[in-house]
């Protein structure tokens, strides 16, 4: 074979495969592999053009736990006699709310001071010990709320000689929190296809969102109900009533435009 003829077939190979190594590079660039490498190295920035929309998510709840403590204050000359007529009052009252329902996990003390009391002698000026008081303390955690009033009004008559303040609280906060959550970035969401509807301009994908502004259930309490002393007239039941209270989530969402 001539050597121009051999030559001319070498040149039309290497232009054809040109041509198809051409039309491949062509095809990755707009929808081949090369294509998707280029879109997701440009996904990687944070879009220049973007906008964004607040709101807040509100969930109205009412309490479902009540908690209160109580103690028996006793003073006495006697160190030794002291406790048991102490105890024996505390151990009514425990046994009286347990009978009310209350679990004994729920039941906490929190308290159990003897404390010398002193008196001064002018004559002799000298500090002697002229007694003793104790005081024992127990908290109660109530999960049946229609039993609160019932175990505050009966315990005077069992010695209880002082009631603290009474909270309501939620037990499962983060349930309410993720429901209020909820519903803010849907608040979100709808206000910002409105903006972007209203201003002419195509909502892209999120590119970001911060949540703020979180207000949790804070218990809310009644005020104490002082030293009640052994009283029976005290055993009428008090009108207690826990109210509701707000939980509210505020967040803000940036959307790209399109």
């Keep these: 074979m001539p050597i ?14 040109l041509v198809f190594l051409m039309v491949g590079g062509i095809y990755s660039a707009f929808w081949g592999p090369l294509r998707q490498f280029i879109n997701a190295y440009s996904n990687s920035f944070y879009p220049t053009k973007t906008f964004s929309a607040s709101a807040e998510g509100k969930v109205t709840v ?11 204050i006793s003073e006495g000359k006697d160190a030794k006699v002291l406790p048991d007529v102490n105890n024996k009052a505390m151990n009514a009252a425990i ?7 209350v679990d004994g996990k729920d039941i906490q003390t929190t308290q159990y001071n003897l404390s010398p009391k002193y008196e001064y002698d002018e004559k002799t000026k000298k500090t002697s010990i002229s007694g003793y008081a104790l005081t024992q303390t127990v908290l109660v955690k109530v999960r ?48 910002a296809q409105v903006m972007a509807a209203e201003n002419g301009i195509s909502m892209g994908n999120i590119v970001g969102f911060w949540e703020s502004g979180i207000q949790p259930y804070y218990s809310s309490s009644v005020k104490s109900l002082g030293g009640m002393g052994g009283d029976e007239s005290a055993a009428t039941a008090p009108q207690i009533q826990p109210g509701t209270e707000e939980i509210t989530v505020q967040v803000n969402v940036s959307y790209e435009i399109k």
């Design 62 to 72: 009412s309490p479902d736990i009540a908690k209160f403590d109580f103690s028996v």
């Design 95 to 101: 046994e009286f709310v347990k009978s009310n329902g």
């Design 4 to 17: 121009d003829k051999t030559k001319k077939i070498k040149d039309i190979v290497i232009a054809i495969f």
């Design 144 to 191: 049946d709320l229609a039993k609160v009033a019932e175990i505050v009004g009966g315990l005077p008559a069992l010695g209880i000689n002082q009631i603290g303040s009474i909270s309501f609280e939620v037990d499962d906060q983060e349930k309410f929190l993720a429901q209020a959550r909820t519903q803010a970035f849907e608040k979100a969401r709808a206000k």
